[in-house]
């Protein structure tokens, strides 16, 4: 048995998977907000509830919000900020009394898909995930790549491309610096937006409701958003050119993105003319957590 978690914001879900794939079991509890010990003792305690009700033992892999870094075992990044600076695998491996893999929630995304998602089969894998902020994972070859300093992938943290004069110097992000992408193509960036340019306050989920009603102003705030993610899926592909393009968090749902951000992409990339294909994700909200299962298929994890 494989065993996955993921490590959220407000809850820590664990699932149990067969060799095949399929789900053996399901479980979660609240994230211990601000607590590093009571986060390593929820995961450790949900791994074992997984395995006495399978009567089973399974690997564990683990998707959190940052990295690992490599040369030192810590975790960077992440936004559950308690983790910052603390040896969270090494803590889990002794909690547990076996080696535990973890790896960051986006590329756990594109390690599911890639595996056997919507992405099967294919070579090189970009996994985006557009939720209330903005990230992404790269497979080749059914590995992770995570780079020299764990940072591969890192999308949302780049700057808007081909930015406009109105969209300059851009919102400032929680990073330091100003127009990264996950202030512009996400829930939270999309309100933003909105706002800025209506002086209406409605949420993400609100804004696509209002379009569905035909709604002008709703309608061009999408309009906006997906011009803004053709953008910066234009410099993926133009440095990457993965084989396929796959799609999860909040903002997947959306199915009027793929054809409009698609027909975007054809003219900004070089050359134009791209049949890279964009994705919704097969597996959905149980991605992450079922990628941190397949962590165990992947050496480099």
Not at 79 to 105: I, K, M, Y
Not at 210 to 226: C, S, Y
Not at 228 to 237: D, F, T
Request: hydrophobic letters at 40%; charged letters at 20%; proline letters at 4%.
């Amino acid at each position: 048995m494989r065993i996955g978690v993921d490590l959220g914001g407000t809850k820590i879900e664990a699932i149990g998977l067969s060799s095949d794939g399929r789900e053996l079991r399901r479980i979660r509890v609240p994230t211990p907000k601000g607590d590093y010990d009571g986060t390593v003792a929820a995961i450790a305690g949900l791994v074992r509830q997984i395995e006495e009700l399978t009567h089973r033992v399974g690997s564990v892999g683990v998707g959190i919000p940052g990295t690992i870094v490599a040369s030192t075992g810590l975790v960077k990044n992440a936004n559950s900020t308690w983790l910052n600076g603390r040896p969270l695998q090494q803590d889990l491996g002794a909690a547990l009394d076996r080696e535990v893999r973890c790896a960051n929630d986006a590329n756990c995304f594109a390690i599911s898909e890639a595996t056997d998602g919507a992405a099967k089969g294919r070579r090189v894998v970009f996994g985006v995930i557009v939720g209330t902020g903005c990230g992404g994972g790269i497979v080749m070859n059914g590995q992770i790549h995570t780079g020299r300093n764990g940072l591969a992938g890192e999308w949302g943290h780049t700057p808007l491309p081909w930015a406009t004069a109105d969209e300059l110097p851009g919102p400032t992000c929680y990073c330091g610096n100003h127009g990264c992408l996950e202030r512009w193509i996400s829930g939270t960036g999309l309100a933003r937006d909105f706002e800025h340019v209506t002086s209406r306050s409605l949420s993400g989920e609100q804004i696509t409701a209002a379009a569905e009603q035909g709604d002008v102003e709703a309608m061009a705030a999408l309009d906006r958003l997906e011009d803004r993610m053709a953008r910066g899926l234009a410099v993926i592909v133009n440095v990457l050119d993965p084989d396929i393009v796959v799609v999860g968090g909040g903002l997947s749902k959306l199915d009027r993105i793929y054809p409009n951000v698609k027909a975007r992409l054809d003219t900004l990339c070089f050359g134009g003319n791209t049949d890279t294909p964009i994705v919704r994700a097969m597996h959905g909200d149980s991605s992450g957590v079922r990628g941190a299962a397949w962590l165990w298929n992947d050496p480099e994890a």
